[in-house]
Each structure stands twice: as structure tokens, then as C-alpha cells.
């Protein structure tokens, strides 16, 4: 039934992927772009929606009220080692 309707979506591609603490479960519909063959997978690139971004913050408060990090800190304090985050307008 979700497959159906998403491949009459306009968009070509729809990967689902759902993390509960350590399990990991993943779909793949549809193809990469319109007349191709290839399914989306593992590997393939996914835009963030805004949703992703809407959830992405939902976190970062929780993790705030969880007292493991702070809003106002700096993106460097969590970036990869070595990773560069560019400092905008001195904040």
C-alpha cells in the first residue's frame, strides 16, 4: 500500500529509513531519476526535507534538556576531528 502511493508521487525515488536505538530499518522505492533503472540504496544520495530539519532540532532540544549538549555552543564543539565550521558574523 505505501509503495503504491508513493510511486505515484512526482518524486522519482523514496527512501525510508527508520532508527530505534540500535536496530535499523531501511526501504528503497521507486528508481534514482525519472526512466532510470536503478532502485535507490544504501548508497544513494537523499536530500533533507524539511521535515529532516524540523526533527534534526527536536533532538538537539531534547539532547539540551538532557543536559549532553548546549544550543548556544559553538558547531566546532561537535564537529568530526578536524572538520572546520566557519564562524559567520563573530557567532
Known sequence: ML??????????????????????????YGKTASGARQKPGPNSLIRIASLTKLMASEVMIKLEADKKLRITDPLQNYSYFGTHIPIYNGK
Open 3 to 28: 509503495a503504491k502511493f508513493l510511486l505515484k508521487q512526482i518524486h522519482k525515488g523514496w527512501p525510508i529509513i527508520v532508527i530505534d536505538n540500535d536496530q535499523i530499518v531501511s526501504r528503497y
